[in-house]
């Protein structure tokens, strides 16, 4: 097998070029790797080896970065141009709006936009818990930053472009130091709420076909009235998605506070398994049926065909929960004008029916809780200590890779065994060792249970009104106002 002829049957064969194209397919890849074609591995991906191959042949560096821009240059060669893209979609759209995204999602995972194979090493397993089972993932797929590109950034005060990682300007961007390689990455374009917005991928995807939708201006995150609309057009557009929000606040909110963006997919989460534990009912919205949900965090939930109602009722209660303060639970709207309510919207299909969760949340800090009076508390940081978003508002945790060497430490602390435990986990391992008779048959049973028992914990801690008497009278009070 010859590598750069190989490589360009691959090309051909995806359907971005045709059989008589194939001298110029082989001519770019040259353009990439040098002129001579060499006898490749069919034990290896193609296009890693010709990676290698321009590296060996002093082509690029051997850098992360370089590595990355050249692997993502190359698959674009067997992805459309992005008119032919969209297109594509809209055509197969006619058919059915899964056809559509079947399509598009087999684009994206063909020519290595989603890294499935660096997905495939996350760690991934549920458990049960009081609020049912809880998803846990250890996140192994996302490389490190590249350790130039961090020490770029710290000298580099020039205006960027793209301005960050959502904006349309990613779409075939070649890569830099600090700038992920894009080249191989393509946007469907839709209108939501009368305006262009883009459906793309995620490309280190934390569950299956895990989409972004994202505003075509670089503009800062809010949750309204507005949030509500695109949200249901997007649902009447993609029914086999559900799609959420995070909040628009820092320590509650996501990391991309600065681009409007939601996130989409074809998952079950936790949290949309959880049953009513308190119906409620207004009589301003027949049409909605309405409940707190029995889940950590503090969730109503509505659910209604009549998307009018639903709309105005889930306004109506952010509106509320905006301005809504109770002293004896920490619970402050504002200082000045600073802003600490907001909510973490989701919404997914039930046939006819819409059914929107608001996640009531509250960025508050305090001399106790620095880092959020509503955030994971200082004995759970050894496990969790970073923000709780939209995906772990939902019942799937995302810890980070740390915990794959540190939790096996653990384990041979557990079973009496040589280990390097951190001193972060001590206490936590001692406890558990001490009300449990762990042995090697059991060991990772009890180590799944009892991160799915911290992640229940990290998610009560983030809920504003807890499930005890205080947080039950809380929930009375402010349902008084709606």
């Not at 939930?301 to 639970?329: C, K, P, Q």
């Not at 019942?395 to 041979?412: F, M, S, T």
Request: proline share 5%; with cysteine.
């Amino acid at each position: 097998m010859k590598l750069i002829e190989k490589f360009a049957d691959d090309v051909i064969a995806s359907g971005a070029y045709k059989p008589l194209d194939k001298i110029y397919v082989m001519n770019k890849i040259r353009g990439f790797v040098g002129d001579e074609d060499v006898d490749g591995n069919e034990d290896q991906p193609v296009v890693a080896q010709l990676v290698d191959l321009a590296v060996k042949r002093g082509k690029i560096e051997d850098g992360q970065t370089e590595r990355e821009i050249l692997n993502d240059q190359l698959y674009d060669l067997m992805t459309p141009r992005p008119s032919v893209v969209n297109e594509e979609f809209w055509e197969k759209y006619q058919q059915s709006p899964d056809t559509a995204t079947n399509w598009f999602y087999k684009l994206m995972t063909s020519n290595d936009y989603v890294k499935v194979a660096a997905i495939k090493k996350n760690i991934v397993f549920d458990r049960p818990t009081k609020y049912g089972n809880l998803e846990i993932t250890i996140n192994l797929s996302k490389p490190e930053k590249d350790p130039k590109a961090i020490a770029a950034a710290a000298h580099d005060t020039k205006k960027k472009y793209p301005q960050c990682a959502l904006c349309m300007e990613n779409e075939g961007y070649k890569g830099r130091l600090g700038q992920a390689a894009r080249s191989n990455h393509r946007v469907i374009r839709m209108m939501i709420g009368g305006h262009k917005w883009g459906f793309q991928y995620s490309p280190y995807a934390y569950f299956n076909e895990h989409c972004i939708f994202l505003d075509s201006k670089h503009e800062p995150m809010q949750i309204n009235r507005q949030t509500l609309i695109n949200l249901v057009e997007i649902e009447k557009q993609l029914p086999a998605y559900f799609v959420g929000s995070n909040a628009d606040l820092p320590i509650v909110g996501g990391s991309m506070l600065a681009h409007e963006h939601y996130q989409g997919g074809r998952h079950s989460f936790p949290m949309m398994k959880a049953e009513i534990k308190k119906p409620l009912h207004f009589d301003e919205y027949p049409d909605v049926e309405a409940g707190i949900v029995n889940w950590p965090m503090s969730d109503i939930r509505l659910t209604s065909a009549n998307t009018t109602e639903l709309i105005n009722l889930g306004s109506h209660i952010i509106d509320v929960w905006d301005h809504y303060d109770d002293e004896s639970l920490s619970l402050k709207a504002f200082d000045g004008d600073t802003r600490h309510h907001t909510v973490t919207p989701i919404m997914h299909r039930d046939g006819k029916k819409f059914v929107l969760d608001l996640v009531l949340r509250d960025n508050n800090t305090s001399d106790k809780y620095p880092l959020g009076i509503f955030h994971p508390h200082e004995k759970l940081w050894h496990i969790k200590k970073e923000n709780i978003g939209l995906i772990e508002v939902m019942g799937r945790a995302i810890l980070p890779a740390r915990l794959k060497d540190e939790l096996a430490e653990v384990k041979k602390f557990w079973l009496g065994e040589a280990n390097n435990i951190a001193d972060s986990h001590l206490p936590w391992a001692k406890e558990i060792a001490e009300k449990m008779e762990i042995n090697a048959d059991n060991v990772d049973e009890i180590m799944e249970q009892e991160l799915a028992n911290v992640f229940a914990n990290v998610l009560e801690n983030a809920g504003v009104f807890k499930d005890d008497e205080a947080g039950n009278a809380g929930w009375d009070r402010f349902i008084a106002q709606l």
